[in-house]
């Protein structure tokens, strides 16, 4: 149950943060507008590791596969893709594609066994469930 919680909840944030990261690109411009938001981030984050002080800040550094250390200029390119999308298509047009995208490439991860995962296999009713998933955007968008 907490997990379904917390995932509810990092899409209410994902949400409000495009939207708010797309106001501020408004009056400012792109790159200032992704610096800000990864700055600022990385104020609160630094900020609650000392305030948790658990471990070495540099211990990162210790994960076995070093592509996994890249995660931080996927977030700028995140930053980067979702004001654009959102500014573009508005808020939920451009949320449904990037939930869609998510949701395929996270399976094929999981199918494939990427990143460490645990390979699973494909099954039909996850492939009903993407095909009802763009049923929905091509419904939405008429």
């Known amino acids: 149950m907490v997990g379904i919680l917390l995932a509810l909840l990092a899409g209410l ?19 200032a507008t992704n610096s800000w938001v990864h700055f600022s981030a990385l104020i609160i984050s630094l900020s609650m590791w000392l305030f ?34 959102i500014s573009s298509l508005g808020p939920i047009y451009a949320t449904m594609l990037i939930l869609l995208a998510q949701l395929v490439v996270s399976c094929l991860i999981e199918v494939l066994g990427l990143f460490g995962t645990e390979k699973v296999s494909i099954e ?3 492939l009903i469930g993407v095909a009802l998933m763009v049923a929905g955007i091509i419904i939405f968008k008429k």
């Open 124 to 126: 039909w009713s996850k």
């Open 52 to 85: 948790v002080g658990k471990g070495s800040l540099f211990s990162v550094f210790n994960v076995n596969n070093k592509l996994y250390l890249l995660g931080g200029i996927i977030g700028a390119f995140i930053t980067f893709t979702v004001i654009k999308s």
């Open 13 to 31: 944030l994902m949400s409000v943060q495009g939207v708010f990261n797309t106001r501020i690109m408004e009056t400012s411009n792109m790159w």
